[in-house]
Structures are given as C-alpha cells and as structure tokens.
C-alpha cells in the first residue's frame, strides 16, 4: 500500500552538498519512523539516519555532524541534507518508512527503489 520515491542523488565532489528526498504514497496510516540507509559495493546495507513523527532522530556515527535528516509529516515526506560530503559516503541511498507499535508489532516497513550518490576525489 505504501509507495516511496528518492530524488536528488547525483555526482559531487568531495566536499561538496547534496539533499535527498523520499515521499511516500498511496493509501496508508502516516509512518511513524522514516529513514535513510545507504549500500555501497561489496557491503551490506547500513542505516545512516532515522526520523520519528515526533521529530526525534538519530544517525550513524560516520554522519553525525555533517548529515541532517528532516521530513514534512503533511507531506509524508523525508529529506536528507548531506554536507561535507566524502568518497567514503559513496553508495546507493534507500528511502525507509516503518509504521510500528513496538519492537514485534509492524503495520508496514516500506523502502524505496534507491537513488545513486557519487562522491568524486
């Protein structure tokens, strides 16, 4: 029931700024979490920053300072504003909505088809 779609990845220099977005659609109760996790080659997939519907977020330790996530709950819509950007961050982003009661009771965990992030030297 729950559709999500990522823009705005793309090729930067190191250094340099970019800002995802993820919307979601379709017919379903607002996600309570919604996130973004990241795949670069040859690695497993990892969570780089996650958003409650009460604002509250996290994010991983490699992000932390340099990476803020944001969403729009009218909009169902999560974002993703990256800064300092580094090669290392290279990888294919993946939108996330979850809608949860607890740890063991989960309506949905959506993700997105991903966008391409390039960070150049």
């Known amino acids: 029931q729950v559709q999500l779609a990522e823009s705005g990845g793309g090729l930067v220099q190191a250094g340099g700024s970019l800002r995802l977005s993820c919307a979601a659609s379709?017919?379903?109760?607002?996600?309570?979490?919604m996130g973004w996790y990241r795949q670069a080659p040859g690695k497993t997939r990892e969570l780089v920053a996650t958003?409650?519907?009460?604002?509250?977020?996290n994010y991983a330790d490699t992000v932390k300072g340099r990476f803020t996530i944001s969403r729009d709950n009218a909009k169902n819509t999560v974002f993703l504003q990256m800064n300092s950007l580094k090669p290392e961050d290279t990888a294919v982003y993946y939108c996330n909505a979850k809608k949860a009661y607890g740890p063991s009771i989960t309506m949905y965990d959506a993700w997105g088809q991903g966008t391409q992030v390039t960070v150049s030297s």
């Open positions: 379709g017919s379903f109760f607002s996600p309570n979490v």
């Open positions: 958003i409650t519907s009460g604002g509250n977020s």
